[in-house]
């Protein structure tokens, strides 16, 4: 009999990456010239390719203040072809830092700058040290499916990393499971899901509104344990994760036997997260949605927290068809584990195709599964096909998050309820290949609609450290931009959807400034600051025919709309016919007129 094995790349393998686009996403870079991020597990898991990412570059937004924050993600989200949910969540803290080196925050923190690695300033950090190390004690949730996966027994070992790989202090089980079940620095902003029903779910499991239960040690327990020799990398000083082994656990602690107490806190004590459909997305590609534009969501900064330092971050995951309800029936759990490697899970696909579970056909749920997708009687030729099956990746996260920004205070003057709109730049210097999987330059939002009298804060950055022979103007290496009105259109032509505007979309001439040169109703130092990047007139000198000599960073601060209208603006530096465009608009309409709308 003779046997021929093909390969069978089936639609049920789950590949792909998420990327924060706007506010910029890190992917672990820093400050790295080459197309490469320098180090992958800097802070996080982000399961992501090596060239995405921008170099860190910091921004402020007022409380009150809406964000628009756009991403993109390589597999479906949203149809029928995957099981999809994106959850955007928020964090701050006094020690949060994006730090001055690639190299990953050590574990041992006598490696550290006066043996505290959480002061040590050189190292990104997010979540912190002791965090950390109580997720790598912790007794891992062995009621999870984990499929075929060999694991070890701390909560650091999932089945997507069961060999427990550190990425900076994040914790890899909460990482990977939504909500968790422990208390975390996070704060839920919104949830996206293939299904809907789930969402009274989510809001009620959110730590914005509900206590997390763990299991209380003596003050210090950890770094007694540490103290006295105990190696905390080795899981070999147990933390219980639930209340019945909590509180039938005792331990030695200063001499004494001491029982842990098992506390049910850490709720944020605010709105529960908004949750809604999973926006749509095509397979194999970073690209807009069916709108034309990024998938998006309008962040409103809550009113209650003033902090320097605070990060987002946008985790996204995709579970095949296979298992049944996206993943989440109750009854995908540890009983349906494999008994040893190799072995087949106890996820049922057999009874899919209409076989029975014991089956010669290969229609088991394992690595790599042998198929006989055709039975041939009596013939001496049999056909197999291996599908590409990853047990590890069949429901998996991807990660991005932010470089540091910071949430201020809106200004006295500033009415409690007035409208702030943030306007930024998005992208890095190259062409579509250099940039990919980020992308080239573009206003943040590319379409902006307010009322007269909001406020609109335009503010950018970018980096000083991009691939020397990534395209563009101007000097290499270096992201420059600024916001000069686009000239009137000279040859209207009849019927075109052209709305009465100041500028021209088609056009890419600035508009010739004159005294009535106007830009959302802006002084002309206002308007001279943007084109100049210049901070109030301030800087009219040097190499500023292409912004060199100006700077990564530009802040105009708050200004009111105090016209309506439609205006349309350019980047003179990025916006190169052909080869790529830089433009925006803002549509300023009365007082009222969206609330009518919507």
Same mark, same amino acid.
Request: net charge negative; proline share 4%; aromatic share 10%.
């Given at each position: 009999? !003779?046997?021929?094995?093909?390969?069978?790349?089936?639609?049920?393998?789950?590949?792909?990456?998420?990327?924060?686009?706007?506010? =910029?996403?890190?992917?672990?870079?820093?400050?790295?010239?080459? !197309?490469?991020?320098?180090?992958?597990?800097?802070?996080?898991?982000?399961?992501?390719?090596?060239?995405?990412?921008?170099?860190?570059?910091?921004?402020? %937004?007022?409380?009150?203040?809406?964000?628009?924050?756009?991403?993109?993600?390589?597999?479906?989200?949203?149809?029928?072809?995957?099981?999809?949910?994106?959850?955007?969540?928020?964090?701050?803290?006094?020690?949060?830092?994006?730090?001055?080196?690639?190299?990953?925050?050590?574990?041992?923190?006598?490696?550290?700058?006066?043996?505290?690695?959480?002061?040590?300033?050189?190292?990104?950090?997010?979540?912190?040290?002791?965090?950390?190390?109580?997720?790598?004690?912790?007794?891992?949730?062995?009621?999870?499916?984990?499929?075929?996966?060999?694991? =070890?027994?701390?909560?650091?070992?999932? !089945?997507?990393?069961?060999?427990?790989?550190?990425?900076?202090?994040?914790?890899?089980?909460?990482?990977?499971?939504?909500?968790?079940?422990?208390?975390?620095?996070?704060?839920?902003?919104?949830?996206?899901?293939?299904?809907?029903?789930?969402?009274?779910?989510?809001?009620?499991?959110?730590?914005?509104?509900?206590?997390?239960?763990?299991?209380?040690?003596?003050?210090?327990?950890?770094?007694?344990?540490?103290?006295?020799?105990?190696?905390?990398?080795?899981?070999?000083? =147990?933390?219980?994760?639930?209340?019945?082994?909590?509180?039938?656990?005792?331990?030695?602690?200063?001499?004494?036997?001491?029982?842990?107490?098992?506390?049910?806190?850490?709720?944020?004590?605010?709105?529960?997260?908004?949750?809604?459909?999973?926006?749509?997305?095509?397979?194999?590609?970073?690209?807009?949605?069916?709108?034309?534009?990024?998938?998006?969501?309008?962040?409103?900064?809550?009113?209650?927290?003033?902090?320097?330092?605070?990060?987002?971050?946008?985790?996204?995951?995709?579970?095949?068809? &296979?298992?049944?309800?996206?993943?989440?029936?109750?009854?995908?759990?540890? &009983?349906?584990?494999?008994?040893?490697?190799?072995?087949?899970?106890?996820?049922?696909?057999?009874?899919?195709?209409?076989?029975?579970?014991?089956?010669?056909?290969?229609?088991?749920?394992?690595?790599?599964?042998?198929?006989?997708?055709?039975?041939?009687?009596?013939?001496?030729?049999?056909?197999?096909?291996?599908?590409?099956?990853?047990?590890?990746?069949?429901? =998996?996260?991807? &990660?991005?998050?932010?470089?540091?920004?910071?949430?201020?205070?809106?200004?006295?003057?500033?009415?409690?309820?007035?409208?702030?709109?943030?306007?930024?730049?998005?992208?890095? !210097?190259?062409?579509?290949?250099?940039?990919?999987?980020?992308?080239?330059?573009?206003?943040?939002?590319?379409?902006?609609?307010?009322?007269?009298?909001?406020?609109?804060?335009?503010?950018?950055?970018?980096?000083?450290?991009?691939?020397?022979?990534?395209?563009?103007?101007?000097?290499?290496?270096?992201?420059?931009?600024?916001?000069?009105?686009?000239?009137?259109?000279?040859?209207?032509?009849?019927?075109?959807?052209?709305?009465?505007?100041?500028?021209?979309?088609?056009?890419?001439?600035?508009?010739?400034?004159?005294?009535?040169?106007?830009?959302?109703?802006?002084?002309?130092?206002?308007?001279?600051?943007?084109? %100049?990047?210049?901070?109030?007139?301030?800087?009219?000198?040097?190499?500023? &025919?292409?912004?060199?000599?100006?700077?990564?960073?530009?802040?105009?601060?708050?200004?009111?709309?105090?016209?309506?209208?439609?205006?349309?603006?350019?980047?003179?530096?990025?916006?190169?016919?052909?080869?790529?465009?830089?433009?925006?608009?803002?549509?300023?309409?009365?007082?009222?007129?969206?609330?009518?709308?919507?």
């Amino acid at each position: 009999m !003779r046997l021929v094995l093909l390969t069978l790349i089936a639609v049920v393998t789950v590949s792909g990456d998420v990327y924060l686009q706007g506010p =910029r996403g890190s992917n672990n870079r820093l400050n790295g010239e080459n !197309r490469d991020r320098a180090n992958a597990n800097r802070l996080f898991d982000s399961q992501n390719n090596n060239r995405g990412g921008y170099n860190a570059g910091n921004l402020y %937004y007022y409380t009150g203040s809406t964000v628009q924050i756009e991403w993109t993600n390589q597999h479906s989200c949203g149809n029928v072809n995957n099981h999809c949910e994106l959850v955007i969540q928020y964090m701050c803290g006094d020690l949060v830092r994006d730090g001055t080196t690639t190299k990953t925050i050590p574990d041992n923190r006598w490696e550290c700058d006066r043996a505290d690695c959480d002061t040590d300033m050189e190292y990104g950090m997010h979540e912190d040290y002791w965090y950390y190390k109580e997720c790598r004690q912790r007794s891992r949730n062995k009621g999870l499916y984990t499929a075929d996966q060999n694991m =070890r027994n701390g909560a650091y070992s999932t !089945r997507q990393n069961n060999n427990g790989n550190r990425r900076g202090y994040e914790c890899p089980e909460e990482r990977d499971y939504y909500p968790y079940w422990h208390p975390t620095h996070w704060r839920d902003i919104v949830v996206f899901t293939n299904d809907v029903k789930r969402c009274d779910y989510y809001k009620q499991e959110s730590q914005n509104v509900k206590n997390k239960g763990y299991c209380k040690y003596p003050d210090n327990y950890l770094q007694f344990k540490e103290a006295q020799g105990h190696n905390l990398n080795d899981n070999n000083v =147990r933390i219980m994760n639930n209340k019945e082994e909590c509180e039938n656990h005792w331990v030695e602690h200063g001499g004494q036997m001491v029982q842990p107490v098992w506390v049910e806190s850490g709720t944020w004590n605010m709105d529960p997260p908004e949750c809604l459909p999973s926006p749509w997305s095509r397979d194999n590609h970073h690209g807009n949605n069916m709108d034309g534009f990024m998938n998006n969501y309008n962040w409103t900064v809550p009113e209650d927290i003033l902090h320097k330092n605070c990060v987002l971050r946008l985790r996204y995951n995709i579970t095949a068809g &296979e298992l049944p309800d996206g993943g989440f029936d109750p009854s995908i759990n540890h &009983e349906l584990n494999a008994e040893a490697d190799d072995e087949p899970t106890g996820i049922d696909v057999a009874t899919m195709h209409g076989l029975d579970k014991e089956n010669d056909r290969g229609y088991y749920f394992q690595q790599d599964a042998v198929v006989k997708v055709f039975d041939i009687p009596d013939s001496d030729v049999k056909l197999d096909l291996e599908v590409t099956l990853n047990t590890n990746q069949f429901g =998996r996260t991807f &990660e991005d998050r932010t470089h540091v920004f910071e949430i201020r205070e809106r200004p006295s003057g500033v009415a409690k309820d007035a409208k702030i709109h943030n306007l930024n730049v998005r992208g890095k !210097r190259g062409n579509i290949v250099q940039t990919y999987p980020g992308v080239e330059y573009d206003y943040q939002p590319n379409r902006l609609e307010i009322e007269q009298g909001d406020y609109v804060h335009i503010q950018w950055t970018g980096a000083d450290s991009n691939p020397a022979n990534n395209a563009g103007q101007g000097r290499a290496r270096t992201d420059r931009s600024n916001i000069v009105p686009l000239r009137k259109i000279t040859y209207p032509k009849e019927g075109a959807l052209e709305d009465e505007a100041h500028g021209c979309f088609a056009c890419n001439y600035p508009e010739l400034f004159t005294n009535s040169t106007n830009l959302l109703g802006m002084k002309r130092d206002d308007l001279m600051a943007l084109a %100049y990047h210049s901070g109030a007139g301030s800087h009219y000198f040097g190499d500023i &025919e292409e912004l060199d000599d100006t700077g990564t960073y530009f802040d105009l601060g708050l200004r009111m709309v105090k016209e309506a209208g439609i205006w349309r603006f350019f980047c003179t530096r990025n916006n190169n016919f052909t080869n790529r465009s830089q433009k925006g608009e803002v549509r300023a309409v009365p007082k009222g007129e969206k609330a009518k709308k919507a």
